[in-house]
């Protein structure tokens, strides 16, 4: 007997051994994502868990805080960047890259499932330091049960739209309901993307070469917004997205202009709303575009002292079930191959995309910070409709950022 549970002993102190050894042979890694939305958390943690589930050896520790970008930025002067973090469409991140800071992916097996010209967009002096993984397309959300009842239909030129606005306020309907509090400065980007696929204009501006009273972007951003502002709920300056959601929601307004990442937001709030997101038609009449952007990108840092378990969850992300499982709770569209996106309320914007009738996100060439300071002369637009004010604010604006 004694020597039984002298064996079982002995026994019980090996497992233990086992156990702390175990533990510490587990490798964990730090990933700070980059979206706050609730179905962009519930999609990476349900594919983090998945990953962690089956690599006992790496745990995968999700990190999501208010202003990623910020504190990324702050980490990054402390050079103490996250093992892996995800980021949006910025010049601050090629200069992370520049700087060293960010692991160079050219070449890595798995970005072979990457659709190649998305990622052909996200190289940077021909090279890759962030995987990308699913887009953000801008337009118009109609209600399109508004518009049956109205006897209107869905518009496909300005006119079209500045006409279905005309009857919709003869029924006592908004045109539009707009988060104007915090979100112009978004829409103006989005719009003058439509409007141009450059930033030749912002340079000729810049070098003094062209007026701004002659620039299509300026001019033909501004016109159209004071255009939409007339059709705009008078309480829109005041009013963030909750508050858009509830005109839209309440059949007060019949229509709002935002991404599809709303469009999660709006089915939760009632699953059978009869919506639709459409292009937003051109205002100088030229073809109407989809405002696209790469939203989600993954990078690994330079200096994580575990390069190769990184990459091994890349490899994971970059599977098509991963991300068909991400994409079905996320809602994006998504860039890895033989991932399946079919969603009924976009079907118009899936199929302008399809055609190729879509237009890259200027911010992806901006200066960084030139869309928050330039949204900051579209807010005083809207707010007093003063367009000499708006020239002069955005050749302000220009030159500083593309001159300093």
Not at 135 to 158: A, H, K, M, Q
């Amino acid at each position: 007997m004694k020597k039984f549970l002298a064996l079982l002993l002995a026994a019980m102190m090996l497992l233990s051994v086992a156990s702390f050894a175990s533990a510490d042979d587990v490798v964990e890694l730090e990933f700070l994502y980059h979206k706050s939305e609730t179905d962009a958390m519930n999609a990476m943690q349900a594919v983090i868990n998945q990953f962690n589930e089956e690599n006992p050896g790496i745990k995968v520790n999700f990190v999501q805080i208010p202003d990623a970008a910020t504190v990324l930025q702050t980490r990054a002067t402390q050079n103490d960047l996250p093992d892996m973090f995800g980021v949006t469409t910025s010049t601050t991140y090629e200069l992370m890259f520049e700087n060293g800071l960010i692991m160079d992916l050219t070449g890595q097996p798995f970005l072979d499932n990457v659709e190649a010209s998305t990622l052909a967009l996200s190289a940077y002096q021909g090279k890759i330091y962030r995987m990308p993984y699913s887009l953000s397309c801008y337009g118009l959300y109609v209600r399109t049960d508004i518009f049956e009842e109205n006897n209107i239909e869905l518009p496909e030129t300005w006119e079209d739209l500045m006409a279905a606005c005309e009857k919709l306020q003869a029924a006592g309907i908004y045109g539009f309901g707009l988060p104007d509090k915090d979100m112009v400065y978004q829409r103006m980007e989005r719009m003058m993307s439509m409007l141009a696929n450059n930033d030749d204009e912002f340079k000729a501006i810049a070098a003094g070469e062209m007026d701004p009273h002659d620039s299509k972007v300026l001019k033909g951003y501004a016109e159209a917004s004071l255009d939409i502002a007339k059709y705009t709920n008078p309480e829109s300056k005041g009013a963030g997205y909750d508050e858009s959601y509830q005109l839209f929601l309440n059949k007060q307004a019949a229509m709002t202009i935002n991404g599809q990442w709303s469009l999660g937001t709006l089915l939760g709030f009632d699953p059978d709303l009869k919506i639709a997101m459409i292009p937003l038609p051109n205002p100088l009449g030229e073809q109407s575009n989809v405002i696209v952007s790469i939203d989600t990108s993954f990078c690994i840092s330079a200096n994580t002292k575990h390069p190769e378990e990184c990459l091994k969850f890349m490899e994971f992300l970059s599977k098509t079930e991963t991300a068909q499982t991400y994409t079905d709770t996320e809602g994006s569209p998504n860039v890895i191959k033989g991932v399946v996106y079919n969603v009924k309320e976009l079907e118009k914007i899936n199929d302008a995309m399809a055609a190729g009738h879509t237009a890259l996100s200027l911010n992806a060439v901006w200066p960084s910070g030139l869309r928050k300071a330039l949204g900051d002369a579209a807010t005083n637009l809207i707010l007093d409709g003063d367009l000499e004010a708006f020239y002069a604010d955005a050749q302000l604006t220009i030159e500083d950022y593309y001159n300093n």
